[in-house]
Structures are given as structure tokens and as C-alpha cells.
């Protein structure tokens, strides 16, 4: 595949993954929301050795058990980005100094992490991408198979949600929301909300804290800063 100009800036383009941490001081049920990455973690419990995990793609919400005590730290991968499998391997010898084995065993596709986020920038359709990339557009659902990522239409789909909910606290309607980021109607946006995040727009603009978590570093708004330590 050809090279795709690229519409985010370099300093976006160039950072690879952020970390994050949080502890759980009880038993709780915490919310995890589709965001375009996966996540390396690292689990410690009451000086239990290390326990890591690769997270999978999204494509719906969904609900998680933590325990008390539980401590977590991750990296979250740029949108896109995968470990391979003999980085996956390495990492279970390197848990005690995982912040300086990552970035030696990033591999990145600098094609197709610019088709990603030229799909969710909102200003092209798969096919427009495809040919800015010089390939017909089922050659280019090809190359996400062959990459094991999921299709061109999820990073459009889910990019343009994400970024028509971080603009629920402005001061436009939901109607001339759905217009702005080309939904064919009100009732459209309100059943790709549902789909993605379990809430519709007048519903999450109601749960400041779900959309905090739509504010984190993700497909749509990737920046590299850290997220939010709890």
C-alpha cells in the first residue's frame, strides 16, 4: 500500500502509546467504552506476582470486575498498533521494567496507522482513502484482514462517534450535531450512541463521567498525554 498523507499532525502521528495507572480500594464494576486501541496491563494484588494481559479490540461497551486491592497499570497502544507476537513473548520476561522494553518492541505500519486516522478524521469515506492509498477498496479490507485489525467502516464509524461526543457540551443541538458529523438524521446518531456507548446523546450529556472517559486518548482525539491516574 502506498503512503497516505497523513491529516494529523506529526507530534500525534509519532507517539506511540501512553501509560495509565489506577487502584481499586473495593469491589467494584468499572465501564470500559470502544476506543480504536489496545492496551498492555499489569495487575498487582496484595504482593501477588505480576499478572499482565493484551487487551482486545471494542466493539461495544461493556463491564468489568476489579477487586480490592487491585492495582493496574497500562499502556495504551496508539490507535491501530499492535504488539506482534514475539513482542508479546519478550514481555513476559521484562514485567519489571516494561516502561523501558515497550518502545524498543513497537513495529509500526506507518501506512496504515495514516489510513486510520484518515478514517476517523471524518473527511473521507473508505473508498476515498483506499484510492488516496492507491489500491481499490476491497484490496484495501484486504489489508486490514491480512493485518488482523478490524475493518476500514469500524475506524470510520467509531472515529466519527467519538468525536460527535466530545462535542455534546457545546452549545449545539443534538439535531445540528447529527448534521455537523453527517448523520442521515437525529434518530441515526442516537442508534450509533447506543451501539458504541450504551447511552444516547441526551443521556451521556447527563454522565459527565462517561463522557470524561471518551475524553481519554483514543481514536478521534489520539494526543499521547497520559490518562487520568485515579
Known amino acids: 500500500m502506498n503512503k497516505i498523507a497523513l491529516v494529523t499532525s506529526v507530534w500525534s502521528?509519532?507517539?506511540?502509546?501512553?501509560?495509565?495507572?489506577?487502584?481499586v480500594n473495593e469491589d467494584a464494576s468499572t465501564l470500559v467504552l470502544p476506543d480504536g486501541c489496545r492496551d498492555l496491563i499489569v495487575v498487582r494484588q496484595n504482593g501477588k506476582a505480576d499478572r499482565w494481559f493484551f487487551s482486545d479490540w471494542d466493539f461495544r461497551p461493556r463491564q468489568v470486575c476489579v477487586a480490592a486491592g487491585?492495582?493496574?497499570?497500562?499502556?495504551?497502544l496508539r490507535p491501530g498498533l499492535v504488539l506482534e507476537h514475539q513482542a508479546l513473548q519478550s514481555i513476559e520476561h521484562e514485567t519489571t521494567d516494561l516502561h523501558g522494553a515497550i518502545p524498543g518492541l513497537l513495529k509500526p505500519d506507518w501506512d496504515l496507522l495514516g489510513a486510520i486516522d484518515a478514517l476517523s478524521s471524518g473527511r473521507y469515506s473508505v473508498r476515498q482513502v483506499a484510492l488516496q492509498a492507491g489500491v481499490t477498496e476491497r484490496t484495501f479490507q484486504r489489508y486490514?484482514?491480512?493485518?488482523?485489525?478490524?475493518?476500514?467502516?469500524?475506524?470510520?464509524?467509531?472515529g466519527r462517534?467519538?468525536?460527535?461526543?466530545?462535542?455534546?457540551?457545546?452549545?449545539?443541538?443534538?439535531?445540528?450535531l447529527a448534521a455537523e458529523f453527517e448523520y442521515s438524521d437525529q434518530a441515526h446518531m442516537t442508534r450509533d450512541f447506543k451501539r458504541w456507548f450504551g447511552k444516547t446523546p441526551n443521556q451521556l450529556k447527563q454522565s459527565p463521567e462517561v463522557l470524561a472517559m471518551l475524553s481519554h486518548a483514543g481514536l478521534g482525539n489520539w494526543t499521547g498525554e497520559h490518562i487520568s491516574t485515579r
Not at 144 to 158: Q, V
Open 13 to 23: 502521528i509519532t507517539v506511540l502509546y501512553s501509560r495509565w495507572s489506577f487502584a
Open 70 to 76: 487491585q492495582q493496574f497499570f497500562g499502556y495504551r
Open 144 to 158: 486490514f484482514k491480512r493485518a488482523a485489525l478490524p475493518t476500514p467502516e469500524y475506524w470510520r464509524l467509531l
Open 161 to 176: 462517534a467519538r468525536r460527535a461526543a466530545a462535542r455534546l457540551n457545546s452549545s449545539s443541538s443534538i439535531t445540528d
